[in-house]
């Protein structure tokens, strides 16, 4: 039970990235925490799984890039191998029933006017993101119309082109594992812009795919629970937090395991998660109502494992963008030596919402059906299958993260970083870089574990 | 304990209009009913408080338009009184710092431009609001379109008119308690069709606003409620549910109280309540995505008593709309004996939530400031004065009811109304006329409860 822990500093509730940065610099500042989590392991919406012969495989966040310097640190630090993301042989563009080969982000060989427009609609996404203040984004000059509007309406108008329109639909459903009609121009600007631009999001060779971990990105998460568990701290597993109480200077934080009463807490959830949490007293209506009003992403991740990367013999890197859904990204995810070879990829917002209903074996003819699409017969029968529907995991519900429905960011983001009282909030959502992956999630919980260090000086 | 209950035919889960009507069928026709409700009174958004002097007033749903068939024939058969809202004199409009004076629902002595504004814009929503089909919005010919932009996006785009976009907004934000970047259009086309029209939901006489029932809205449940407990069913107040399990042919509701196991389940809550419980099996993605993406509008509505209506004698109906808020729209809702004197009215949306963090001191003199600007220095003195913030409520967490953001109905309408195995899903979000009125709540308690009678054959 946890009533018999020595009182804590700081409680932390949650045991992804967000809530174990907090709890390693708080740790290492000489604080003793408790890290409560829900689940039976540590990483959110990181989660690495073994196929039978021990390959690690990442069906939750995977990749670094090269400007996640608080993750490449981390990863330094803790001793974890980063190796890179094939680049090497030709990705794939299926498009309106041809394949074509090119190299790097965009595939340039496209119509003329579809090529202008797609170069116009990057343009223009990246020229407006730069006005979006990171850290006040309803202060941007257009804040009000940009919220108004959202990113479909948006993209309506700005591409024409029927080409242009489904590539960039493609692209920005990888990013927000959403149909662009779900979220708001304003949030779609701050996220590009958090995120160092539409391209780079999308890109493997210097962009936010470039890297992977050695033995996969829950490794890292372990590690870092266990230096927090070094220092004195500990981390609890199995353990739903409820409610969550102020009684004069003391926290009191409740679930089916007990209660634990400390100084201070940090809250790394999910917004809509942390939303069905208990508050006593209430928290501020807009506070409140935003965790509400920040749902998440629909996101199915799956892996085919082969014998070998079959396709590096034939010149082509693994990656491939098709119009034809529901898959329409891959990448290749084999592990260093190159053994098994190992596609990864998604099925993103309305496709993921259709599928998650389906009976797994069904879920994965599908997904084979498209692999055989790109990479021809052999594609269609991998030694191993693995998929995790993110949106039916009861303590993600969704991803890759909280997306900002219209009039979210101007009418309650003020309350997103907003500590109450001796409650903090942390969570890739509240992160002003890099929102929604993990090097956000960093960035939060050091945020939040700065804000707990200064209240106590 | 729950535990110690007879087996029930049905359980239904919450005890507003939407849950007593479906209890209401299903005891009439024989079903043995157990209701569970959280709340320690029967009414969900129906709530009638009593002054000092005994008079009822009523701070959720309050008024019976002449298209509401079903509330009226309630209100018949359980010997509720039915009075007026009164329309003798005239109504005020306060806009850009000038008084002006009219009779009817719209201001008529606006500029030409602006008045031609506004017609165009409230003609142009009634036309499209025609063709959404009720049952089905999704299949609205122009749904995709429609359910990707917000209605304030195709508001700034229709009302170039500065004077017609205000009052646009004001009756737009009196009628969905939000921001119109919040909703949908697809979604606001519904409701405006599901509720008569634009005109009629903002409209006393002849209008949704027309009637009220003499002792509060809220004596109608509690009779319903009787009625109930009369047939051998019950209805059990302060019993939060917090599971709904489905056990081969059983399904079993559970909170602190303990467990009732039944046949089927009704859950009438609104849906972000809904989205809360714990499911087990867990709901179909699509249904569980819906009830949490479906946030509830954001509401404070007061009453300020004096000791007779003054207004009145100045020729004056109580009914004001003004463009300066927070207060943007009163009504007369005096007792039928016209003593004490009752002014109502509203707090909606982007207002609501900035004045809900206030304390309440602060905030009844923000209001009255309002009345005294709409009806003179008398309204600055009431007797009484009474609110509530329909936010801050935890069992409705916010009024009038639920919003669809864009995306919402297009991807994940379909499983509104679904039954899943065992459970019925009612409340006024469900309905597909007055869909977040007491109107919408009855209909959709009676067809969830004939889909169990059906079953049943």
Not at 50 to 56: A, V
Not at 143 to 168: H, I, K, Q, Y
Not at 357 to 371: F, I, T
């Amino acid at each position: 039970m946890l009533n018999t822990l020595p009182e804590p500093d700081v409680i932390v509730v949650g045991a992804g990235f967000a809530g174990l940065a907090a709890a390693d610099r708080l740790s290492a500042a000489g604080c003793r925490v408790v890290v409560l989590e829900a689940q039976q392991r540590v990483g959110g919406r990181v989660a690495t799984v073994h196929l039978p012969d021990g390959t690690p495989v990442d069906l939750g966040g995977q990749w670094l890039g090269p400007q996640h310097a608080r993750l490449h640190a981390l990863a330094a630090r803790l001793g974890a191998q980063v190796y890179p993301t094939p680049t090497d042989g030709h990705n794939l563009l299926y498009l309106g029933g041809q394949r074509h080969l090119f190299r790097g982000t965009v595939p340039l060989r496209l119509r003329p006017l579809t090529l202008g427009n797609l170069g116009w609609v990057l343009l223009r996404l990246h020229q407006l993101s730069q006005r979006v203040p990171l850290e006040t984004p309803w202060e941007a000059a257009q804040a009000a119309a940009w919220d108004g509007c959202t990113l479909g309406a948006w993209l309506r108008r700005n591409a024409p082109d029927a080409g242009a329109f489904t590539l960039s639909r493609i692209a920005l459903e990888a990013i927000f594992a959403a149909h662009p009609d779900e979220l708001s121009l304003l949030h779609a600007l701050f996220y590009l812009r958090a995120g160092g631009g539409l391209l780079h999001l999308v890109a493997t060779g210097g962009g936010a795919q470039q890297d992977r971990i050695v033995g996969g990105m829950q490794t890292l998460a372990e590690r870092l629970a266990q230096e927090v568990e070094r220092r004195g701290s500990s981390v609890r597993l199995g353990t739903p937090v409820r409610q969550v109480r102020t009684e004069g200077d003391r926290v009191v934080v409740e679930g089916e395991a007990g209660a634990v009463r400390g100084g201070r807490a940090i809250i790394a959830l999910p917004p809509s998660m942390a939303g069905e949490l208990s508050w006593h007293p209430a928290l501020p209506q807009d506070h409140a109502e935003l965790l509400r009003r920040v749902p998440m992403g629909s996101v199915i991740k799956w892996a085919a494992a082969y014998e070998v990367p079959f396709w590096r013999a034939r010149g082509l890197s693994g990656q491939a963008i098709s119009d034809e859904g529901p898959v329409h990204m891959t990448f290749d995810a084999s592990p260093p030596a190159g053994k098994p070879g190992l596609l990864v990829g998604f099925v993103e917002g309305p496709a993921a919402r259709r599928l998650a209903s389906w009976d797994p074996a069904q879920r994965r003819q599908e997904v084979l059906r498209c692999l055989v699409r790109l990479f021809g017969d052999q594609a269609g029968s991998p030694q191993q299958y693995v998929e995790r529907v993110w949106s039916a995991e009861p303590w993600s519900r969704g991803g890759y993260a909280g997306l900002f429905p219209p009039g979210v960011w101007t009418q309650l983001g003020q309350a997103l970083r907003r500590p109450e009282g001796l409650l903090h909030f942390a969570g890739t959502e509240t992160a002003t870089v890099w929102n929604g992956y993990i090097e956000g999630a960093l960035q939060s919980g050091e945020r939040a574990a700065e804000e707990v260090l200064t209240c106590r000086l």
